[in-house]
């Protein structure tokens, strides 16, 4: 039975008669699981057999949730790991090698575009940032030794709708796979692999939880990318990392998401605790009535601050003044999320001010939390960054970023109305 998005929320991944008839997904806070015997143990060592074998590797609760998000997006196999930050990590870590390159957006999250600008070139890995307003960018930054593009669907903070199936056609002709993070969208509002996606990233730390409790991240192989196409000989030569599997005979769709798993997971580390994976599954399950509400919110909002005098533009892919709204009409037919930058006429010091004398919204460092927040990234979550390279991720001094909760919108209005009489 094919089910959607808000039914498998709930339940996908999950089947009570192996977890005792738990209604709830239990939390297995185990770090590693009996053998059979020592034939089972070489079968699960091997791949033959599947089963558990340690949670660096593998855990019921975790692959509850790795099941469950799978469904979300139509991917074909999942991997949670500690952070959003880690998904993308250990992506890029089992893709790629010294001297391959990264063709990438460049209107990334900060702690993306400083992985990928400052962190991989330690060890060989380069990537060139294009604008991806044209996608003919992605095309033409293709070097020989290009590996994988990577965008965000929904760029933070710039919220560019990007056009995925633009690019994902220029990925297709380079013979490399698509990265898609989809935090900001969340599987609700936006699928991806419907338009080309071959991996899709989500930091579990925002929308998908929702709370704001927990760090997560997931890689989402959508199994349609074919390895053996020669730009990936570590996937069609036997791997002296895995007693000579040969990733793609052997896995064939799955053979990305396995080897993150048993090369990945286990070189890196980056698996997530069964605790907070439980956390995470609490918040999935109401993620599209959320998304919903955080859509509706922000819209409204949006076109409150765009009346207001102090502010000089307001940017939201929903509003019709948007120079995304035909992209966004596409990919966002339900919501366009939660988040919306304004710029304060007075610049830099009152669009700091603002951030500060809220009241119901936080002055913080996060996103996709159920309660509202607000920060001025020029002086804080983009401070590590020159004016250039804040330019091109799309913060400018002026700007302050709001992720719109799900409280009373009135009373958003209101904080906000008291704050900008402040400056
Ligand atoms: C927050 C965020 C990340 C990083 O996720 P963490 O869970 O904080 O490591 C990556 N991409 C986007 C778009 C984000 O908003």
Not at 10 to 27: E, F, M, S, Y
Request: aromatic share 8%.
């Amino acid at each position: 039975m094919s089910l959607k998005l808000a039914t498998n929320a709930l339940h996908a991944g999950h089947d009570v008669k192996k977890t005792q008839g738990t209604r709830a997904v239990p939390i297995y806070q185990s770090t590693s699981y009996v053998f059979d015997d020592s034939e089972q143990a070489a079968n699960l060592f091997a791949l033959t057999e599947a089963g558990y074998i340690y949670t660096r590797l593998n855990n019921p609760t975790n692959d509850v949730l790795e099941q469950r998000l799978a469904a979300l997006e139509g991917g074909v196999a999942a991997v949670a790991t500690a952070s959003g930050t880690a998904a993308i990590a250990t992506t890029l870590m089992t893709l790629l090698k010294a001297g391959d390159h990264i063709v990438a957006s460049n209107s990334l999250y900060g702690g993306t575009y400083n992985m990928l600008s400052n962190t991989l070139p330690r060890f060989g890995i380069t990537t060139t940032f294009v604008d991806p307003d044209d996608v003919d960018n992605f095309a033409k930054a293709v070097q020989p030794n290009t590996r994988v593009f990577f965008a965000e669907s929904l760029g933070n903070p710039k919220l560019d709708v990007i056009d995925l199936e633009g690019i994902s056609v220029h990925a297709k002709a380079a013979k490399v796979p698509f990265i898609v993070d989809n935090t900001i969208a969340t599987p609700a509002l936006l699928n991806p692999i419907k338009y080309g996606a071959n991996i899709v990233i989500h930091s579990l730390t925002k929308y998908i939880t929702g709370n704001g409790t927990t760090l997560g991240g997931i890689i989402i192989d959508a199994g349609t990318f074919d390895y053996s196409n020669g730009n990936f000989p570590e996937f069609t030569e036997p791997s002296p990392s895995y007693h000579g599997l040969k990733y793609h005979d052997a896995l064939g769709p799955i053979a990305f998401i396995a080897r993150v798993r048993v090369e990945g997971l286990r070189d890196l580390g980056s698996a997530p605790s069964p605790l907070n994976s439980f956390q995470v599954i609490q918040g999935l399950e109401t993620l599209e009535v959320r998304m919903k509400k955080h859509s509706e919110n922000a819209l409204e909002l949006a076109e409150w601050l765009a009346s207001r005098d102090e502010v000089s533009w307001v940017n939201y892919p929903g509003l019709s003044s948007s120079k995304y709204t035909d992209l966004a009409q596409k990919y966002l037919p339900n919501g366009k999320s939660g988040i919306v930058t304004f710029g304060l006429k007075k610049g830099f010091e009152a669009a700091k001010k603002v951030a500060e004398n809220t009241k119901i919204f936080a002055l913080l460092a996060n996103i996709g939390d159920t309660k509202s927040l607000i920060i001025h990234p020029s002086s804080t979550t983009h401070s590590q960054l020159n004016e250039k390279e804040q330019t091109s991720t799309g913060v400018s001094p002026e700007l302050v970023r709001i992720s719109v909760g799900i409280e009373n919108i009135d009373d958003l209005k209101e904080d906000l109305n008291q704050a900008l009489k402040a400056i």
